[in-house]
């Protein structure tokens, strides 16, 4: 009976340890930390609690043409005589008109027309500081391409300015100076009438001294 005894509990001990088993647990996730507050002061602990680093959004940039480019106006300079930002001089008096610059310059459109001051003309303006000192058109103007005033759709006709007459007195352009320059032409084409309004411009200087 005592053997039988000594080998129950020893059957027992076995099972026991044999059925002794826990599994891994996955890490604890980390602890919320106190911030540390002085003694002696009555501010609240901030709890700090470990947040995820977030993968930051990509930067969509803005659709740009590739070569920066604007799209072209009807009216395209192609040379002049003087230079820009050479010198021209000019009459005190506003009745004499000046030839200079001398601007060749081409015209675009999808249309057909009649180029001339009496149908469809071009308005050319010299523009400086805001103030539109001299003008000119297709009255005053040769063409270069052909001897008549036809325009043919999308064909590029070629013209050069004659003499400018003065919208101001030169002294106005130069806001009491006898020297004033211009940045702009401005030009302006459609129906020949004093109201028409100037619908591009060109960014080319001269300098002027009126004598």
Not at 165 to 170: C, I
Request: aromatic content about 8%; overall charge neutral.
């Amino acid at each position: 009976m005592a053997v039988g005894a000594r080998t129950a509990i020893a059957l027992v001990l076995t099972l026991g340890w044999g059925c002794d088993y826990t599994p891994d647990l996955p890490p604890a996730p980390p602890s919320p930390k106190a911030s540390a507050v002085p003694s002696g002061s009555s501010s609240i602990p901030v709890i700090v609690v470990p947040v995820p680093a977030q993968t930051p959004m990509p930067r969509v940039p803005s659709p740009v043409p590739p070569d920066n480019s604007t799209p072209a106006g009807p009216i395209r300079i192609v040379a002049t005589t003087p230079a820009a930002d050479e010198t021209i001089t000019v009459s005190r008096d506003s009745s004499v008109r000046t030839r200079r610059p001398i601007i060749d310059f081409e015209f675009t459109s999808p249309q057909s027309l009649t180029l001339d001051n009496a149908h469809t003309n071009i308005q050319l303006l010299l523009v400086g500081q805001g103030v539109g000192c001299l003008a000119t058109d297709l009255g005053y103007a040769t063409r270069l391409d052909r001897d008549d005033n036809v325009y043919v759709a999308n064909s590029v006709a070629r013209f050069r300015t004659g003499p400018w007459e003065w919208r101001v007195p030169p002294l106005a352009c130069g806001r009491g100076s006898s020297s004033f320059s211009t940045q702009y032409v401005f030009y302006a084409t459609g129906p020949n009438r004093p109201d028409q309004g100037y619908n591009g411009q060109v960014q080319v200087s001269w300098n002027f001294v009126a004598r």
